[in-house]
């Protein structure tokens, strides 16, 4: 059925005034209901339908726009001079100065400024007008508020990969002086996911301008280490998925100056390069996965000027090497270096032994996934601190079994770790679930002193500032963040080191006191064993063999097992009867 | 007369100048422009357009507070030296000093 309705106008009235007024309704159109219809349908007694008396809620995202700034300069030109001179003339100015000084208004006005300032000039010769009277005081109540304050960490800049494909952040280096700089490695470390179009860039982050890196550093391969130099702020070296080693010089723009010849380098990523200490400044060593650690002279990068196979078992043997996946190297020890591996060990090496076997002093066992970080603490270098799996451990030179200090177990995996420059109990350690720990072992030693959790992809990379204040932590999609950590955080408290100090060599004696109980109790174990056998040799039994030797293994621990079951059960039997009283 | 008051002006500010940890003396006009100055054109020229918008404000500042107060004297306290400014109508009296406590 059409609805129709016709609107007529007439052509005169076109164009005509509009009267503004009120009639009454018109009916147009009236539409009665169709009883056929309603036999098509019928009535529904009661129905259910669930209600919830909240109020609606509706999601909502909204993002702040990115505001692009840039700096620009002023040029300042002299002004307020009046019509007639000109400023740059020296004539017309002088001429001005002397009329100004003759008017009368000039002369009375000076005259009265001139006794007022006199007098205050004096006043400032006689006393110090300004003088703190209870300074004391005001420190002992700042020193107060400070050890109330709650240790807090504040995110102060982000910086994202600008690229479409995201990789991960995978090193931090600070400038060495000024710490305006940032340089950030971008590579992807997970086993050929490199995606095609991924670029090959690195930056250089100003820490003020988040919105464009300073320089873009462009390498052959993406760069998974990177370092600046500490003697020559404009060198940075970095270590490339490749194996390669480049170096920039930044005043020369984003290309290396050089690359390592590909036959003589690594074969596999240089997961860490350092700086040595050295009179030219132009030294360096570099470590990765293939087991070598090669030291370079930036001058001459077609060679390694030297070679070491991490060979355990001291035959220069590449296929036994550890793979080797941090470097440690300290300034104030430059004969002695330390490397973390793959497998859980942290070699430590002689750099002037004469012969490669010797170049590997000791091994320290105790970790239980590659070691990513290894770092030595910056007031007491007899202690390292080195992270990997779900742990952190604080170890000593002289003990070789085991960590004097170790954090407990984390959900997350850890992924690097390093100690704050300004004191010395405390270090920080970013995992794969995103969070920051910060961790103060005077303060408390079962939990980080802070937790916080940055953002939702893993945090691969954590590097602090010289003065301690900021941090820079890299994540799986290229986010740089710098985070700023409360003043407790970074000031060292009174006789902080010596508290320190006392807290390392009491855990190491406790480590020695075990070890040397450990030793006692395997001699004992030995010397039992031999009687045992002695006796078993006169009994004549054949050897077991190995599928006896698993049937009584397992039967033991199923034994063990049930014993454990039992004395829960009965521990919870004697809980609940106490219940029901 | 004129040349006698003129006299004592220059007397007026050489004995400021002499006085004990000042370093320097500008005079600037309601427009901020120097017309005396003891310190190297550079310096004057920095310290008279920075302190003239200084003065400005502090004035409008406390003219706002209180219509009918209104400013006498400034005096700006740094770690290395004290600026004191003593504002007229049209003319401005800066002195450098540093006190030697």
């Given amino acids: ?581 | 007369m004129q040349s006698d008051l003129i006299a004592e002006v220059e007397e007026t500010l050489k004995r400021i100048q002499s006085q004990k940890g000042v370093q320097g003396i500008i005079i600037i006009n309601a427009e901020g422009i120097p017309i005396k100055s003891t310190l190297d054109n550079s310096s004057t020229v920095q310290y008279a357009g920075l302190l003239h918008q200084l003065v400005m404000k502090t004035r409008s500042t406390v003219r706002d507070l209180d219509p009918q107060n209104d400013l006498t004297f400034l005096r700006v306290r740094s770690k290395k030296n004290e600026i004191m400014i003593a504002p007229d109508k049209d003319y401005f009296l800066i002195v450098i000093q540093n006190p030697s406590d």
């Fill in chain 1, 1 to 581: 059925m059409e609805i129709v309705y016709e609107y007529v106008k007439k052509r005169s009235e076109f164009g005509r005034p509009c009267n503004f007024s009120d009639r009454p309704a018109d009916l147009h159109l009236d539409i009665q209901p169709d009883a056929e219809l309603a036999a098509c349908f019928f009535a529904l007694d009661s129905r259910d339908v669930g209600m919830q008396c909240a109020a609606d809620m509706s999601e909502h995202e909204v993002n702040t726009e990115r505001i692009e700034s840039e700096s620009r300069g002023i040029n300042h030109v002299e002004g307020g001079w009046p019509n007639n001179v000109n400023p740059q003339e020296i004539e017309h100015t002088m001429r001005f100065r002397k009329k100004v000084e003759k008017d009368e208004n000039y002369i009375k006005a000076i005259l009265k400024l001139g006794t007022q300032m006199e007098y205050s000039i004096k006043q400032n010769n006689t006393i110090d007008i300004y003088e703190e009277y209870f300074e004391e005081e005001q420190v002992e109540e700042e020193e107060m508020t400070d050890a109330k304050e709650q240790p807090a960490a504040k995110t102060i800049n982000v910086f994202r990969d600008p690229n479409e494909v995201k990789r991960t952040a995978s090193s931090l280096s600070w400038h060495p002086d000024g710490n305006h700089k940032l340089a950030v490695g971008y590579s992807c470390l997970e086993f050929q996911r490199a995606a095609k179009g991924m670029s090959f860039d690195s930056y250089i982050w100003d820490i003020e301008n988040r919105n464009q890196p300073e320089l873009t550093l462009k390498p052959v391969s993406p760069l998974v280490s990177l370092e600046y130099n500490p003697k020559d702020s404009h060198i940075l070296l970095g270590g490339s998925y490749n194996g390669q080693i480049a170096y920039w010089d930044t005043r020369k723009g984003g290309q290396p100056v050089e690359m390592s010849a590909i036959e003589h380098s690594h074969r596999d990523p240089v997961y860490k390069v350092i700086w040595l200490q050295s009179k030219t400044g132009t030294d360096a060593f570099s470590t990765s996965t293939d087991g070598q650690v090669l030291w370079w002279d930036i001058r001459n990068m077609k060679e390694p000027t030297e070679r070491l196979v991490l060979d355990p078992s001291k035959k220069e043997n590449l296929e036994n090497a550890l793979t080797a996946v941090s470097l440690e190297f300290e300034t104030t020890m430059p004969t002695k270096f330390m490397v973390g591996t793959e497998q859980g060990l942290v070699v430590a090496c002689n750099r002037k032994a004469k012969t490669p076997a010797e170049k590997i002093v000791c091994t320290y066992s105790g970790h239980r996934g590659p070691i990513y970080a290894l770092q030595r603490n910056p007031f007491f270098p007899k202690y390292f601190l080195t992270v990997a799996d779900w742990t952190a451990r604080i170890w000593s030179e002289d003990i070789r079994e085991s960590s004097i200090m170790s954090t407990t177990f984390d959900m997350a995996y850890l992924m690097d770790g390093c100690w704050s420059p300004v004191r010395p109990s405390v270090f920080f350690t970013v995992k794969m679930d995103g969070t920051v720990d910060v961790w103060d072992f005077l303060f408390k030693q079962n939990n980080p002193t802070l937790s916080l959790k940055v953002c939702d992809e893993a945090l691969c990379s954590v590097r602090v500032q010289s003065n301690g204040r900021l941090l820079a932590c890299g994540s799986q999609l290229g986010t740089a963040t710098l985070l700023e950590i409360s003043p407790g955080l970074y000031t060292m408290q009174r006789n902080e080191r010596a508290l320190a100090n006392e807290m390392f060599e009491r855990e190491t004696r406790r480590e020695k006191i075990l070890e040397a109980r450990l030793r006692e109790i395997r001699l004992k174990e030995r010397s039992r064993l031999e009687q045992v056998k002695e006796e078993e040799v006169q009994d004549a039994e054949g050897e077991e063999s190995p599928e006896e030797l698993i049937a009584r293994a397992e039967k033991e621990f199923f034994q063990i097992v049930e014993a454990e079951i039992m004395k829960w059960k009965k521990e919870l039997d004697s809980i609940r009867p106490t219940e029901m009283d």
